[in-house]
């Protein structure tokens, strides 16, 4: 039996534990995070989930200063996409961190944003 492959639901639902895992291609162990259908590398249905450390840096961000409705309250805020040190990048708030201390190339960590039952991708302080 391999392990089920993970799905977006499984995803978040990590995600909220702590734990952020991206998915590994079996066929050219290309690396995707969050989960997606297929391989857009190689386009192949073969995903292992892989458990990923959760370090990395911030390669580019956007300062939010009008936010959408269900996150006016928390306006301005930083979204930033990080780079994580196994080499995928991927989207998450910035919290805990400074607007003017935002900047590419700072280490960050993953944190979980749980707000009810919603979960996002966070990113803190390293
Ligand atoms: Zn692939």
């Known amino acids: 039996m391999t392990e089920p492959v993970l799905t977006l639901h499984g995803f978040f639902q990590r995600a909220r534990a702590g734990q952020l895992t991206g998915v590994r291609c079996g066929k050219c162990g290309g690396l995707a995070i969050p989960p997606k259908e297929f ?46 040190k196994e080499g995928v990048s991927l989207l998450g708030r910035i919290v805990d961190i400074p607007l003017d201390k935002v900047a590419v190339g700072l280490p960050v ?13 966070g990113f803190g302080p390293a």
Do not use: E, M, N
Request: hydrophobic fraction near 45%; aromatic fraction near 6%; include cysteine.
């Open 39 to 84: 391989c857009p590398d190689c386009h192949a249905r073969a995903w292992q989930p892989v458990p990923l450390g959760g370090d990395g840096t911030i390669v580019s961000f956007t300062v939010i200063r009008v936010a959408p409705r269900a996150h006016a309250a928390d306006a301005p805020y930083a979204v930033a996409v990080v780079k994580l």
């Open 109 to 121: 960590r993953f944190r979980p944003l749980v707000k009810g039952d919603q979960t996002s991708v």
